[in-house]
Nanobody, 114 residues
Framework: QVQLVESGGGLVQTGGSLRLSCAAS??????MGWYRQAPGKQRESVAI???????NYADSVKGRFTISRDNAKNTVYLQMNSLKPEDTAVYYC??????????WGQGTQVTVSS
């Protein structure tokens, strides 16, 4: 059974940094990534990374966020720098197997105060 354990959210001031982690148990995962959902808005992709290290970022976070993964630990990270109030959201870890099975974490709150 796949389990995702997220950590690293919290409250930070504008311009600050946070690092999110998501440890996944179970099968190796082809794609790992982070999504976020702000109140009243749809869930959106923030950053994804393949098992080979290819990355893709939302335009709104390019240059500020960095996604990385440790395949040996089945863990994905999101380093968030220069945070803005508009980054405030619940951040969800998402993983996909090579068979396109998708799993979600429970979500971790990130709040950026102005």
């Amino acid at each position: 059974q796949v389990q995702l354990v997220e950590s690293g959210g919290g409250l930070v001031q504008t311009g600050g940094s946070l690092r999110l982690s998501c440890a996944a148990s179970g099968s190796p995962f082809h794609i790992m990534g982070w999504y976020r959902q702000a109140p009243g808005k749809q869930r959106e992709s923030v950053a994804i990374i393949s098992s080979g290290g290819s990355t893709n970022y939302a335009d709104s976070v390019k240059g500020r966020f960095t996604i990385s993964r440790d395949n040996a630990k089945n863990t994905v990270y999101l380093q968030m720098n220069s945070l803005k109030p508009e980054d405030t959201a619940v951040y969800y870890c998402n993983v996909k197997t090579i068979w396109s099975e998708t799993y979600w974490g429970q979500g971790t709150q990130v709040t950026v105060s102005s």
